[in-house]
């Protein structure tokens, strides 16, 4: 019932930038945190950063300094701002939100996923 479309992955050198975006859709009544979590080969997926609806953040101290995440409610959507990117960021990255339905049930929503790969 909530389809989360993200985009923005690519390729890039070590040093760039890129910017990921997660858009929400379907019958949510409210949307309460909304993160990005990442998943290398061979690895577990593990949190980079959440935003709540109240606009409090939280980083993985790996990233600290260097991402920065953000949230347009209004587009039910949500940003994954990544400078200075290393090798080691490269992963899929997934977008995740939770929230409420119109008819009250809770929902926890993932996206498909979107390469990251940082060259170096």
């Known amino acids: 019932q909530v389809q989360l479309v993200e985009s923005g992955g690519g390729l890039v050198q070590a040093g760039g930038s890129l910017r990921l975006s997660c858009v929400a859709s379907g019958s949510i009544y409210r949307i309460n945190d909304m993160g990005w979590y990442r998943q290398a080969p061979g690895k577990q997926r593990d949190l980079v950063s959440v935003i709540s609806r109240g606009v409090s953040t939280t980083y993985a101290d790996s990233v600290k300094g260097r991402f920065s995440i953000s949230r347009d409610d209004a587009k039910k959507s949500v940003y994954l701002q990544m400078n200075s990117l290393k090798p080691e960021d490269t992963a899929v990255y997934y977008c995740?939100?939770?929230?409420?339905?119109?008819?009250?049930?809770?929902?926890?929503?993932w996206g498909q996923g979107t390469q990251v790969t940082v060259s170096s």
């Open positions: 995740n939100v939770r929230g409420r339905l119109w008819d009250f049930k809770e929902f926890d929503s």
